[in-house]
């Protein structure tokens, strides 16, 4: 398995999904956390850097939360369906000819992509962040202080939505559609659930999502909103990510490869 | 020589369509198998079901005995070259074999031998989706080369190649012969393949027509034979053939045709005549005119040709297959 993941890893590296998915949520997510920082002001309007862990833990997962968890997952769609878009599916199943195989090869290599890019956008929080902090005379070193708190769900989160994102890929191998379905469910579907069923919440990816990165523990005493602790999170995530896998790899098995 | 593939009782079909029906085949080691059919006639997907990739509704398809499927690091046993599969096109043609070389083991340094082999160092660097067809052939080439497999199955190889490309594929395909290994090579054209393959497997409408020698069906092929005679003179060459009991028929205003005859009897017949000839042709069946025979009884494009392939005459094919794309090499 450790080769077919470096092949997997070449494969993605030498098209233009991970760079490209990377420099939109880059150019994305940075503003969003500048300006969070920046909108930190007390009644006259000064600038109050954030004190407790919790508060910057809440700082940096309002910028990652949502969009970022949404790169995460379109990382892991593209993943798969870019073999069936450009054909080189063939290929790959000469090489890998078990199905069940060639899609956990995927999980485990989107899993990586996906630490990967929550790597990135905390370096880019860091960054901006820490030129935020210091322009207004916070810490940067309190802001580094709290990475350890914040890095391990952040990235749990990220790897768990890529999983998810081959499992729904696996599933729906035309990438079109696949892309129309993760952001249809991501913008429109899921608020519209959980407006309808409040209690719904913590059954979507972004309700589990959030329960495992830990980043909004400070909004959990929202009753509206209820969400599940981390690692109910984290194993309902495995389960809708690993569970389409499995059912995308058994519809592959079934399917002819012309 | 033992067999590299068997294929038993292969079927397949697609809904009510029987794409491939009972078919049963082997492929010798060391030795080239051409795969020959009309377009349509299952040949394609016979090889995918061979490589695991069209589930097979019937019979079995296996390498030593083992389905490809179980085979271990199945790229370095059995090498395949597809047609219509695809390279993604911003893949440079080193980065897509190392992609291949990395998931089975296979030393990174076979990739530069490989291109070398192919005939593209040159390009190595360059991205796929640049590549003209004839580049992307030779690089599907590469891709089954790189393991160094016992076994290579081609599917229409020759398409997109030029004249000389093609003359490099008929040497590189004979030279995997003589290593030892099994060769199997699908291809429309007979004529494309005839100075390439020891054996034939022909199939149409997705059964088997024949399996046999190249030797044994240039057997066949001798049969029907006759002389072409062009001459100023044909009115009394006619004369003089109806006093001898052999037929003939006129072709064109100054061409006969006779059957069965040989240049030793015909040369001083019509010398004893004194016939002046211009032309003196030994008009041997060609290999794809029994290829034609034997499987146009079987053309689902011509329903109206004759019911039996195996009995039915010379003539001119319904369907010409259609000429190579632009020829292309590498730039």
Same mark, same amino acid.
């Given at each position: 398995?450790?080769?077919?993941?470096?092949?997997?890893?070449?494969?993605?590296?030498?098209?233009?999904?991970?760079?490209?998915?990377?420099?939109?949520?880059?150019?994305?997510?940075?503003?969003?956390?500048?300006?969070?920082?920046?909108?930190?002001?007390?009644?006259?309007?000064?600038?109050?850097?954030?004190?407790?862990?919790?508060?910057?833990?809440?700082?940096?997962?309002?910028?990652?939360?949502?969009?970022?968890?949404?790169?995460?997952?379109?990382?892991?769609?593209?993943?798969?369906?870019?073999?069936?878009?450009?054909?080189? %599916?063939?290929?790959?199943?000469? %090489?890998?000819?078990?199905?069940?195989?060639?899609?956990?090869?995927?999980?485990?290599?989107?899993?990586?992509?996906?630490?990967?890019?929550?790597?990135?956008?905390?370096?880019?929080?860091?960054?901006?962040?820490?030129?935020?902090?210091?322009?207004?005379?916070?810490?940067?070193?309190?802001?580094?202080?709290?990475?350890?708190?914040?890095?391990?769900?952040?990235?749990?989160?990220?790897?768990?939505?890529?999983?998810?994102? %081959?499992?729904?890929?696996?599933?729906?191998?035309?990438?079109?559609?696949?892309?129309?379905?993760?952001?249809?469910?991501?913008?429109?579907?899921?608020?519209?659930?959980?407006?309808?069923?409040?209690?719904?919440?913590?059954?979507?990816?972004?309700?589990?999502?959030?329960?495992?990165?830990?980043?909004?523990?400070?909004?959990?005493?929202?009753?509206?909103?209820?969400?599940?602790?981390?690692?109910?999170?984290?194993?309902?995530?495995?389960?809708?990510?690993?569970?389409?896998?499995?059912?995308?790899?058994?519809?592959?098995?079934?399917?002819?490869?012309? | 020589?033992?067999?590299?593939?068997?294929?038993?009782?292969?079927?397949?079909?697609?809904?009510?369509?029987?794409?491939?029906?009972?078919?049963?085949?082997?492929?010798?080691?060391?030795?080239?198998?051409?795969?020959?059919?009309?377009?349509?006639?299952?040949?394609?997907?016979?090889?995918?079901?061979?490589?695991?990739?069209? #589930?097979?509704?019937?019979?079995?398809?296996?390498?030593?005995?083992?389905?490809?499927?179980?085979?271990?690091?199945?790229?370095?046993?059995?090498?395949?070259?597809?047609?219509?599969?695809?390279?993604?096109?911003?893949?440079?043609?080193?980065?897509?074999?190392?992609?291949?070389?990395?998931?089975?083991?296979?030393?990174?340094?076979?990739?530069?031998?490989?291109?070398?082999?192919?005939?593209?160092?040159?390009?190595?660097?360059?991205?796929?989706?640049?590549?003209?067809?004839?580049?992307?052939?030779?690089?599907?080439?590469?891709?089954?080369?790189?393991?160094?497999?016992?076994?290579?199955?081609?599917?229409?190889?020759?398409?997109?190649?030029?004249?000389?490309?093609?003359?490099?594929?008929?040497?590189?395909?004979?030279?995997?012969?003589?290593?030892?290994?099994?060769?199997?090579?699908?291809?429309?054209?007979?004529?494309?393949?005839?100075?390439?393959?020891?054996?034939?497997?022909?199939?149409?409408?997705?059964?088997?027509?024949?399996?046999?020698?190249?030797?044994?069906?240039?057997?066949?092929?001798?049969?029907?034979?006759?002389?072409?005679?062009?001459?100023?003179?044909?009115?009394?060459?006619?004369?003089?053939?109806?006093?001898?009991?052999?037929?003939?028929?006129?072709?064109?205003?100054?061409?006969?045709?006779?059957?069965?005859?040989?240049?030793?009897?015909?040369?001083?017949?019509?010398?004893?005549?004194?016939?002046?000839?211009?032309?003196?042709?030994?008009?041997?069946?060609?290999?794809?005119?029994?290829?034609?025979?034997?499987?146009?009884?079987?053309?689902?494009?011509?329903?109206?040709?004759?019911?039996?392939?195996? #009995?039915?005459?010379?003539?001119?094919?319904?369907?010409?297959?259609?000429?190579?794309?632009?020829?292309?090499?590498?730039?």
């Amino acid at each position: 398995m450790t080769a077919a993941v470096r092949s997997e890893l070449l494969k993605i590296r030498t098209t233009a999904v991970p760079w490209v998915l990377a420099a939109i949520a880059v150019l994305l997510e940075a503003p969003v956390i500048l300006t969070s920082f920046l909108d930190r002001r007390n009644i006259d309007g000064g600038f109050v850097p954030p004190q407790t862990t919790q508060e910057l833990r809440n700082l940096l997962g309002s910028g990652f939360r949502g969009q970022g968890y949404l790169f995460a997952l379109l990382l892991g769609t593209l993943i798969i369906t870019t073999e069936f878009r450009h054909k080189t %599916v063939t290929t790959s199943l000469l %090489v890998t000819p078990r199905r069940l195989a060639f899609v956990v090869a995927k999980v485990i290599t989107s899993a990586i992509l996906g630490a990967a890019l929550a790597l990135l956008l905390l370096v880019v929080a860091l960054v901006g962040g820490g030129i935020t902090l210091s322009a207004r005379g916070g810490s940067f070193s309190g802001l580094v202080h709290q990475i350890p708190a914040v890095a391990p769900g952040m990235i749990l989160a990220f790897v768990l939505f890529a999983i998810l994102g %081959v499992g729904t890929g696996s599933i729906l191998t035309n990438q079109v559609a696949a892309i129309i379905v993760v952001l249809g469910w991501s913008v429109l579907g899921e608020s519209l659930l959980i407006q309808l069923v409040h209690s719904a919440y913590r059954w979507t990816p972004t309700g589990a999502g959030d329960a495992a990165s830990n980043l909004t523990r400070g909004d959990r005493g929202s009753d509206i909103f209820p969400i599940f602790n981390w690692w109910q999170g984290t194993l309902l995530m495995l389960a809708y990510g690993l569970g389409f896998a499995l059912v995308g790899s058994f519809f592959l098995r079934h399917r002819d490869i012309t | 020589m033992p067999s590299a593939i068997e294929v038993n009782g292969l079927g397949k079909r697609f809904g009510a369509v029987r794409a491939v029906d009972d078919l049963t085949f082997e492929v010798a080691e060391g030795r080239v198998t051409g795969f020959l059919g009309p377009n349509g006639s299952g040949k394609t997907t016979t090889l995918r079901m061979l490589l695991g990739l069209v #589930s097979i509704t019937a019979g079995t398809a296996t390498f030593g005995g083992r389905r490809y499927v179980d085979l271990d690091h199945p790229v370095r046993h059995v090498g395949a070259a597809l047609e219509a599969t695809s390279f993604h096109p911003s893949r440079r043609a080193e980065d897509h074999l190392k992609t291949v070389a990395l998931a089975s083991d296979i030393p990174l340094t076979r990739v530069g031998e490989t291109l070398e082999l192919v005939g593209l160092s040159d390009v190595a660097r360059r991205r796929v989706g640049k590549f003209s067809l004839g580049m992307r052939q030779r690089l599907q080439l590469a891709t089954a080369l790189l393991g160094e497999p016992e076994i290579l199955i081609l599917d229409e190889p020759a398409n997109g190649l030029d004249p000389q490309g093609i003359q490099w594929l008929r040497t590189f395909i004979r030279h995997q012969a003589s290593l030892g290994h099994a060769v199997l090579v699908s291809s429309h054209l007979l004529s494309e393949m005839e100075e390439t393959v020891d054996d034939v497997v022909i199939i149409s409408q997705g059964r088997l027509v024949l399996q046999t020698t190249l030797a044994d069906m240039a057997t066949q092929a001798g049969t029907g034979t006759g002389m072409r005679i062009r001459t100023p003179e044909i009115h009394r060459l006619a004369e003089v053939l109806n006093t001898v009991p052999v037929g003939w028929r006129q072709t064109a205003a100054d061409t006969l045709v006779i059957d069965g005859a040989t240049p030793e009897w015909f040369g001083p017949f019509a010398a004893q005549h004194q016939i002046v000839l211009y032309e003196l042709v030994n008009e041997r069946g060609s290999l794809e005119d029994v290829f034609l025979r034997l499987t146009q009884g079987f053309d689902a494009a011509n329903p109206m040709g004759p019911a039996s392939g195996q #009995s039915a005459p010379f003539q001119t094919p319904p369907l010409q297959p259609p000429p190579p794309p632009h020829p292309e090499g590498p730039a």
